[in-house]
Structure formats: C-alpha cells, structure tokens
C-alpha cells in the first residue's frame, strides 16, 4: 500500500526558504503516469495547489507564488522536495505531498509549518 | 479568493439527501471532471468522488454531477459520519493549475 510521509523543519524565520521532503513507501514510486504535487492548507482556510513534478524532473507552478517555488525529485530515494524561498507569515500552512494520476488521489497526512521571528 | 465557489454551509438531518455545487468556469468545470474532497477534523483530504466515479471503499450514496460551469455532490441518505469539510477542484486549461474551492461545511443535524 503506497504512503506518502512529509517532513520538515516545523518553523521558519520570514525571509528565509522553507525546505520540505516527501517520503513515498509501499509502491511504484518511478511509474511514468504519476506527477508528485505539493498543496497547502492555511489553518481555517481552503486547499492552495502549490506544483507538480513529474519522476523525469518536468515540474510547473502555481504563478500565484510569483516563483518561490521550486520542486525537485530524487527517485533513488523516492522522495521528492520542496523550497519556497522568502517565506512571509502568509506561508503559514499545513504543507501536503499528494501523487497526481487522474486527479491528486493520495496524500500525506501533512506537515504544519509555521513562519515566524 | 477561491477560483471555483462552493456554499460555505449546509446542513441536513439523518437520513436527508443534500446536495452541495461548485461553480466554475469554461476553463475549468466546463473542460474537466471534477474531483471532491471530505476532510473531517483537518486530517487530510480524501477524495470521495471523480467525476462519477467513486474511489474504492466510498459509499454509493455519494453521488456528483456537471452541467455546464457547475458540478454538484450529492449525499442521498445523509449519516452522522458525513460531517465534515468538502472541497471541489478540477484542472483549470488557462492557469495550468489545478484549482480548488473555498469548501462547504455540512453539518449533520
């Protein structure tokens, strides 16, 4: 059964980058139908598409970050990364990794990461 | 600001059929089927419908439909375990992104 797991360092100082890795276990991580996406969550707040990275290294964005953002994949690990350089309180969010077939069908449980002095 | 509008509540008793609706646009509803979202207690999303199509182990009083620019999720037979936050999202062709709503909250009266 695949599962995905995020991890991060938690807090951040604003205008730093926030670095978050994505764990895949249980599957094909390297099948050529997947894309490997990030979302987030403010608290009380709806669900943002952050990007996507296919396992050949093509990725794309949401223009909304006005390109902070950057993805990265590493399939001998099956892992797959995240940076958003420049970070302001705004970035505060519940961070989830998802794989995308169809539509993004299984996510991690999410990582809380917090922008603060 | 949401690219997709969805109620921000509604609500039904036990046993009630409700139905919630997205509404988007040409680039988005319109082209795309539409995915939809159950997040209970802020856990993670899971997906509860595609399209017409339930993911394995949804029960079949989830129901959806589109027309034109505006998808809708049934829920026929509401239960107690239904309570929770629903998001709508598709594909949008103009933005390459996809998009999501602002959510509903149903609350199981």
């Known amino acids: 059964q695949v599962q995905l797991q995020e991890s991060g360092p938690g807090l951040v100082k604003p205008s730093q980058t926030l670095s978050l890795t994505c764990t895949v276990s249980?599957?094909?991580?390297?099948?050529?139908?997947?894309?490997w996406s990030w979302i987030r969550q403010p608290a009380g707040k709806g669900l943002e598409w952050i990007g996507r990275?296919?396992?050949?290294?093509?990725?794309s964005y949401n223009p909304s970050l006005k390109s902070r953002a950057s993805m990265s994949i590493d399939t001998s690990k099956n892992q797959f990364s995240l940076q958003l350089t420049s970070v302001t309180v705004a970035d505060t969010a519940t961070y989830y990794c998802?794989?995308?077939?169809?539509?993004?069908?299984?996510w991690g449980q999410g990582a809380l990461l917090s922008v603060s002095s | 600001q949401s690219a997709l509008t969805q109620e921000a509540s509604v609500s039904g008793t036990v046993g009630q059929k409700v139905t919630l609706s997205c509404t988007g646009n040409s680039n988005n509803i319109a082209r795309y089927p539409v995915v939809w979202y159950q997040q209970i207690s802020h856990g993670a999303p899971k997906a509860v419908l595609f399209?017409?199509s339930l993911p394995s182990g949804i029960p079949p009083r989830f129901s959806g439909s589109r027309s034109g620019t505006t998808a809708s999720l049934t829920v026929s037979g509401l239960q107690p375990e239904d309570e929770a936050d629903y998001y709508c999202?598709?594909?949008?062709?103009?933005?390459?992104?996809?998009?999501f709503g602002g959510g509903t909250r149903l609350t199981v009266l």
């Open positions: 399209g017409n």
């Open positions: 998802a794989r995308v077939e169809d539509f993004p069908d299984l």
């Open positions: 999202s598709t594909w949008d062709f103009s933005l390459s992104i996809w998009v």
């Open positions: 990275i296919s396992t050949t290294g093509r990725s």
């Open positions: 249980g599957g094909s991580f390297s099948s050529g139908s997947y894309y």
